[in-house]
């Protein structure tokens, strides 16, 4: 019982976090990557890439590295230096949950 109650608190955790993320993704990233993380260059663009479904952590590392300069890009490092860690955790919770759907053609 207690497992179960752990396991129920970690979803709603997690659901509020994708949540926290995507308002984040509304008003922030939607602008260049799309609020569904397909970005406005068509992800052909390797300044402005698709998001969708990309790995959660890959991502988490990547905004870190930005917000330390680590990595340097006028845009995404002001972004990112405006997030918190919590904000940088459920962004990319948003965009890694995204489902990529690929349909084949006859």
Known sequence: SLILLSAHMNYLNAEEQTNKGKEIAENICSVCHGLNGQANTGGNSVLVPH???????????????????????????LIADMLSVEDIKNVSKWYSSIQVIIEEIN
Do not use: A, R, W
């Not at 479904?53 to 988490?60: A, D, R, V």
């Open 51 to 77: 998001l969708t479904g990309q790995n959660e952590y890959y991502l988490i590392e990547k905004l870190k590295e930005y917000k330390s300069k680590k990595i340097e890009h006028h845009q995404m490092s």
